[in-house]
């Protein structure tokens, strides 16, 4: 039987008045639909840890796709179904999204340990899951509002911060838990369980990924390396064996572990300075893992692992690149700042990034750290109007002086208007009158 606890109090604590009252409709309309909807999975885990977490994910006994249709309608949101998978995902208008799924009997294609028959969908939908923290959900249903399921005594795991699976068979249905576990482990400073532990030593000596590649495997590896600081997760994966599993001769040896505390240095330094320029983190930990192998490795792993055609391209630009700068720079820096520049000026803010973590020389560095920072902002104060005011005919001659005049102002020869005129003048003669 659940252990029954009601967490109205905790979500009046933790969530603000619109969750709840969302929660609550769910579950009118579950009501009115007559079938039992449950809040499942991370949100309930964070909300027990106090934490506020607004992925939704509800399961619904009952017609999912009918109830996301009548969901939808009532808060003007708009419904996508997957009659395939028995699933949905409801936009509403401010953008906020719920994925709903139907509690089905039959999930896995496998013969389940146990009798299927005797257990409730919500039951046997939570028993299916990767780990008892992610196993327990909450009630919305009107009469029982906020109540907690808790079938399998998962709170007390949540409590002893053990990261346990549910049966025996589970990385067998799903090795890609095992990169969960240790995301979930290192991200809540929790502990994956002796047993557990045991299962994923088991599966790595079995080598039961060699049939497990794909996409699913990569979009656990990106989030993985999307958390805060993924360095200690991937010393994890590294003591458990799992990193040859991305790449056969992939090791943390200390030029490795070097290149990673540089890379996350420089992360969290541009983070700090440029808070709205996009850059995936997960993209510069990959390029650092992957930087001692050659590019022609990098494109095993990326047909491997299913990347999609557009990281792919990406990763194999920027690694290129960031190999040939690095090298340039390890034999001599550019001796000016413009040298730099051209130098740099191709790289997107993750190949920049890449870099400085590369690099160790303080110079490299600092030449790196200048160009974000100053450098790539840097325009003449001249333009093409001010060009044509001058007497020149338009052309080519534009680009080419417009160019020098970059240079010049970032080497320092001119400052302002007045002196790029005057650098203008005395480099390139006027047509003749
Ligand atoms: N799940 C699972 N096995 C997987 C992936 C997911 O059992 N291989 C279940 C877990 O119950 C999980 C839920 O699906 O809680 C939702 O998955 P996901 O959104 O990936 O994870 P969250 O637990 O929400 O974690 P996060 O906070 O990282 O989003």
């Given at each position: 039987t659940a252990r029954n606890r009601n967490l109205s109090g905790l979500?009046?604590?933790?969530l603000n008045r619109e969750i709840i009252c969302l929660l609550q409709t769910l579950?009118?309309?579950?009501?009115?639909?007559?079938?039992?909807?449950?809040a499942v999975g991370g949100f309930v885990r964070d909300l027990l840890l106090h934490i506020k977490n607004l992925d939704l994910d509800v399961v619904i006994e009952g017609d999912a796709l009918a109830y996301a249709k009548k969901l939808g309608k009532k808060l003007g949101g708009k419904v996508r179904t997957h009659e395939k998978f028995g699933t949905a995902v409801v936009k509403l208008p401010?953008?906020?999204?719920?994925?709903?799924a139907t509690a089905r009997l039959e999930y896995y294609e496998y013969p389940a340990a146990m009798p299927t028959v005797e257990l409730s969908s919500i039951k046997l939908d939570l028993y299916r899951r990767d780990f008892t923290i992610n196993a327990m959900a909450i009630h919305l249903n009107p009469d029982t509002f906020g109540t907690l399921v808790d079938f399998f005594n998962c709170q007390n795991d949540l409590k002893d911060r053990q990261i346990r699976i549910l049966h025996n068979l589970s990385f067998v249905e799903d090795p890609t838990r095992i990169f969960r576990a240790i995301r979930f482990e290192q991200r809540m400073g929790f502990k994956i369980g002796r047993h557990t532990e045991k299962l994923i030593k088991?599966?790595?000596?079995?080598?039961l990924f060699d049939r497990f590649f794909g996409h699913r495997f990569f979009n656990e590896l990106?989030?993985?390396?999307?958390?805060?600081?993924?360095?200690?997760?991937?010393?994890?994966?590294?003591?458990?064996?799992?990193?040859?599993?991305?790449h056969p001769t992939l090791r943390i040896e200390p030029k490795l572990a070097t290149i990673l505390e540089e890379t996350r240095q420089a992360l969290a330094w541009h983070r700090l300075l440029y808070l709205d320029e996009p850059c995936r983190q997960w993209l510069v930990y990959l390029l650092a893992l992957m930087s001692s192998l050659p590019v022609r490795e990098v494109v095993v792993f990326c047909e491997r692992f299913e990347v999609p055609l557009r990281h792919r391209q990406f990763l194999g630009r920027e690694k290129l690149a960031v190999t040939r700068?690095?090298?340039?720079?390890?034999?001599?820096?550019?001796?000016?700042?413009?040298?730099?520049?051209?130098l740099l000026k191709d790289l997107s803010p993750e190949g920049l990034l890449h870099l400085m973590g590369l690099l160790k020389k303080k110079g490299c560095k600092k030449a790196i750290s200048l160009y974000v920072t100053d450098w790539r902002q840097l325009k003449p104060e001249t333009d093409g109007n001010d060009l044509a005011e001058m007497g020149y005919r338009t052309g080519p001659l534009y680009g080419t002086i417009l160019r020098c005049l970059l240079d010049a102002r970032l080497d320092g020869l001119v400052h302002d208007r007045a002196s790029e005129t005057a650098f203008i003048k005395e480099h390139f003669s006027l047509p003749d009158q």
């Open positions: 979500m009046a604590e933790v579950g009118e309309v579950a009501q009115e639909t007559g079938c039992h909807a449950y401010d953008g906020f999204k719920i994925d709903i088991n599966a790595v000596k079995m080598e990106i989030s993985i390396l999307s958390e805060e600081n993924p360095i200690p997760a991937i010393h994890r994966m590294a003591d458990l064996g799992l990193l040859r599993f991305l700068i690095a090298a340039i720079m390890k034999r001599a820096m550019p001796e000016t700042p413009s040298g730099m520049y051209h």
